[in-house]
């Protein structure tokens, strides 16, 4: 049997929608990186629901500044700088392992890297 691309891209879409709906919820769930990639896969099999998500109320303009220039809100960039902060000291201070503590050292500075790199809305 054969199944479209489009259809896949739309399923994913719709699943990632879903999950980032469902992060709006549940705390330790992420909203941003499920919408992204819903957008991603909208775009390249449901143009209703690019459509849809781009002019979303509340998760639109983020989206359109992400899809149109890679851009990022400065209050998400000063969140997501902040909670890694916050969680790489709340380790430190329980006294986690030496290589985890070393090991997260160097990826949050890549995120944070990435994160600051991006131009702000």
Known sequence: ????SRLIYKVVALTAVGAGFAGVIL??????PFLLIA??????GSPELKG????????GPALKAWHE??????SA???ACSM???SWLALWFMGA?????VGLSVLFACIVVFILSRPSM
């Not at 392992?97 to 503590?101: R, S």
Request: net charge positive; aromatic share 14%.
């Open 1 to 4: 049997m054969f199944v479209s």
């Open 27 to 32: 705390p330790l769930l992420p909203t941003t």
């Open 39 to 44: 957008l991603w896969a909208a775009t390249k």
């Open 52 to 59: 849809w998500l781009m002019d979303h109320r509340h998760f």
């Open 69 to 74: 220039r890679k851009a990022i809100p400065v």
């Open 77 to 79: 960039k000063y969140l």
């Open 84 to 86: 890694m902060t916050i």
């Open 97 to 101: 392992n030496t290589y985890l503590i």
